[in-house]
């Protein structure tokens, strides 16, 4: 590879990520959901040469499993998120905290995050956070945060 005039280079950085099958799911997962990726994605013949360059001999997943990673973050995630907003509304909130997680274990129904950004006509940008869950086939929707945001 010299004579062609690349050298190889072996990353020796202290902050460099160590491979791991699971990471490495993980990543296909999060790069299928931020960038609206199919699953199937991970068939595609030049992904699988870059990934043959980059670790020779590493197996990627199939789109079933990619897809089965997919679904098993968004419900461990989704915990979480509904536990900390949970916390965060009780502890600013002059609502009984027994009411609110009686009816949030009562609640069967999937709680939604919406996160929404729009410019004004006066070129003001906006990002609001919201919630949205139904109970008893009436939808509901708060909003957890609006604030103008400032590119800079």
Not at 22 to 42: D, F
Not at 77 to 101: D, G, P, R
Request: aromatic share 10%; net charge neutral; hydrophobic share 40%.
């Amino acid at each position: 590879m010299r004579k062609q005039g690349i050298e190889l280079q072996k990353n020796t950085s202290a902050d460099a990520i160590p491979y791991s099958e699971s990471g490495h799911r993980v990543l296909i997962a999060m790069r299928c959901a931020k960038q609206s990726r199919s699953t199937n994605s991970v068939l595609d013949e030049d992904y699988k040469r870059e990934v043959e360059m980059l670790r020779p001999g590493t197996k990627v997943p199939h789109p079933t499993t990619v897809q089965r990673d997919l679904i098993h973050i968004y419900e461990h995630a989704s915990t979480w998120v509904m536990n900390y907003f949970l916390v965060l509304f009780i502890n600013h909130s002059a609502v009984n905290y027994e009411l609110i997680l009686c009816y949030l274990q009562a609640l069967n129904s999937i709680i939604h995050l919406v996160l929404d950004g729009w410019t004004a006509p006066i070129v003001a940008s906006y990002l609001g956070l919201v919630v949205v869950w139904h109970d008893k086939g009436i939808i509901y929707r708060t909003v957890l945060e609006f604030i103008r945001y400032d590119f800079q």
